[in-house]
């Protein structure tokens, strides 16, 4: 099985930035898609940023411009910098892999975006 953990959550202000990490156990290849989701307090969770190769890659629309998703394949490990973060960025986000067998999920870490 694939075991997905992610870390890098907290609190920031408006403005800040903030790095996620997810490390992955498992067979994971370059070609397997890697991303990011995010839930926030009533609201169902979204796409945010999406990974298959360093020249494959997608953003949502709400943060394009200002996250950035990369991989490093030799630490099967996937990272989401968030910059000029804003209020509406607070939600728990997920760290995803799509696999032959099927989807994997982390368990999700918080990032909360306040003054």
């Known amino acids: 099985q694939v075991h997905l953990v992610e870390s890098g959550g907290g609190l920031v202000q408006p403005g800040g930035s903030l790095t996620l990490s997810c490390a992955a156990s498992?067979?994971?290849?370059?070609?397997?898609?890697m991303g990011w989701f995010r839930q926030a307090p009533g609201k169902q969770r979204e796409f945010v940023a999406t990974i298959a190769s360093s020249i494959s890659t997608n953003y949502a629309d709400s943060v394009k411009g200002r996250f950035t998703i990369s991989r490093d394949n030799a630490k099967n490990t996937v990272y989401l910098q968030m910059n000029s973060l804003k209020t509406e960025d607070t939600a728990v986000y997920y760290c995803n892999v799509q696999t032959i067998t099927g989807p994997y999920w982390g368990q999700g870490t918080q990032v909360t975006v306040s003054s």
């Open positions: 498992g067979t994971i290849f370059s070609f397997n898609p």
